[in-house]
């Protein structure tokens, strides 16, 4: 079983369309979560951390359960510009090991 | 501000060549990683190093050695290339390391290998 797993998609959605994605992990102890967008195989860059009580960022929603180890991604009112890689991103171990889902794709059409 | 540096950008290398990769980021972060990413695979752990002086093995850490020169650098070497190292390799770095959670990462911009 992978560390980190991730539904690849490709979730195809209409502009305005609400999308969630989840990831699950296999550390029980990981202390750190995030989410990180990648557009067409550059750099990933961060989209939020996660938090214990849940998140928010404008149309962007994240949310942890640590009963059933998985981490969630909420967003509202897709635009075109949304189309991109999400990763989901657990931590380790307090010495820094980050570990990635392999990415779920979403392409957002008009 | 520089953030995370890589070069080369791009590289091909003939089967056996050997290479460096070299990472340098000024961010004063105690941690660096380096992943390779391939087509529907994701972003996978090769090494990453939680402070001056220590490496530690991720996922994928055959055919690969790696030296934390100083904080700021981390470097990614190939012995012996083969073409099943063909792929996109990023560098990152975080704060955390030691014991502290890691937090986010930033990465360079990528180096695209190809081997022949």
């Known amino acids: 079983r992978k560390e980190v797993e991730q539904d690849p998609g490709p979730f195809n959605v209409p502009e305005g369309a609400t999308v969630a994605f989840n990831c699950t992990y296999s550390?029980?102890?990981?202390?750190?979560f995030f989410w990180y967008r990648q557009d067409c195989r550059k750099e990933p860059k961060l989209l939020m951390s996660v938090y214990s009580s849940g998140n928010e960022d404008g149309r962007f929603t994240a949310q942890l359960n640590r009963a059933s180890q998985y981490i969630s991604l909420l967003i509202r009112d897709s635009k075109l510009s949304d189309s991109a890689t999400y990763l989901c991103?657990?931590?380790?171990?307090?010495?820094?090991?980050?570990?990635f889902g392999q990415g779920t794709e979403l392409s957002v059409k008009p | 501000n520089a953030g995370v540096t890589q070069t080369p950008k791009f590289q091909v290398l003939k089967t056996g060549q050997s290479m460096t990769l070299q990472c340098a980021q000024d961010m004063n972060h105690n941690s660096m990683y380096w992943y390779r990413q391939d087509p529907g695979m994701g972003l996978r752990l090769i090494y990453y190093s939680a402070s001056e002086g220590t490496t530690d093995k991720g996922e994928v850490p055959n055919g690969y050695n790696v030296s934390r020169l100083n904080k700021r650098e981390f470097s990614l070497r190939l012995e012996s290339a083969a073409p099943s190292q063909t792929s996109v390799y990023f560098c990152a770095s975080s704060e955390g390391g030691g014991r502290v959670w890691p937090t986010e990462a930033f990465f360079g911009q990528g180096t695209r290998l190809t081997v022949v």
């Open positions: 550390n029980s102890a990981s202390q750190s």
């Open positions: 991103v657990v931590s380790y171990n307090q010495g820094g090991k980050l570990i």
